[in-house]
């Protein structure tokens, strides 16, 4: 019995780390989508000359049953400036405006979460 109580007591005591550990910082993720310039050619929900941040996140999970691979696709995305088809011509899709990995990181998960 002494064992159950600590299976579950270490259970709560790290679900409350788990779920900070994924919150986004709704915020700051729309600041550097804006200071980006993403919302050129992206929307959360209207086709512009890109995919909607919704079908993005779809196409994602869809693709990628591993979240942690989404997550890893999508970081390679938004900061190689890979080549990407726009009216049929192809030119390079500009990356985030930062380096810092935890702000990379939350816009993903603000992208994923749309």
Known sequence: MKL????????LLVFPLTATAVEVDADAAQALIKKSKCLTCHSVDKKKDGPPFKETAKKYQEKYKDKAEAEQKLYVHLTTNPKVK???KEEEHESLKT???AEIRNVIQWILTR
Do not use: W
């Open 99 to 101: 380096k810092n990995d």
């Open 4 to 11: 159950k109580h600590a299976l579950l007591l270490s259970g």
């Open 86 to 88: 726009v009216d049929g």
